[in-house]
Nanobody, 124 residues
Framework: QVQLVESGGGLVQAGDSLRLSCAAS????????VGWFRQHPGKEREFVAA????????YLADSVKGRFTISADSPKNTVNLQMNSLKPEDTAVYYC?????????????????WGQGTQVTVSS
C-alpha cells in the first residue's frame, strides 16, 4: 500500500511561483508513475503532469507546458511540481497519484493511489 501526502499549496498572486511536493510512504520502484491532477470548483479532475519514477520520462498538459515542471527527489521519495508564472485559472485543488506502467497517464481512473489534495489559490 502506497500512501501519498501533498504539501506546498497556498495563496499567491498571479505571476508568482509555488512548488508542490508529493511524499510517498514507501520507496517506489522504477516502473511507478507519479502524476499530478487538479480539480477546479465544480469541475472534473484534470491531468496536469506525470513522470516515470526513474525520471527519464515526463509529461505535461498543454495548459501548463512552459510554466510547470515535474521532477523527482529520489532520496526523499518525493515528486515535486514546480509551478511558475501562475495564473488565476490555475486555482484548484492539486492531487498527486501513483500507478504502475505508462498506459493511461492522463486518465485518473488508471491511478491506484491518491493523496488528500492541497489547495492552490492564485489571485489576480
Amino acid at each position: 500500500q502506497v500512501q501519498l501526502v501533498e504539501s506546498g499549496g497556498g495563496l499567491v498572486q498571479a505571476g508568482d511561483s509555488l512548488r508542490l511536493s508529493c511524499a510517498a510512504s514507501v520507496r517506489l520502484f522504477s516502473d511507478y508513475v507519479v502524476g499530478w491532477f487538479r480539480q477546479h470548483p465544480g469541475k472534473e479532475r484534470e491531468f496536469v503532469a506525470a513522470m516515470k519514477w526513474s525520471g527519464r520520462l515526463t509529461y505535461l498538459a498543454d495548459s501548463v507546458k512552459g510554466r510547470f515542471t515535474i521532477s523527482a527527489d529520489s532520496p526523499k521519495n518525493t515528486v515535486n511540481l514546480q509551478m511558475n508564472s501562475l495564473k488565476p485559472e490555475d486555482t484548484a485543488v492539486y492531487y498527486c497519484a501513483a500507478k504502475t506502467g505508462l498506459s493511461g497517464l492522463g486518465n485518473e481512473k488508471e491511478y491506484d493511489y491518491w493523496g488528500q489534495g492541497t489547495q492552490v489559490t492564485v489571485s489576480s
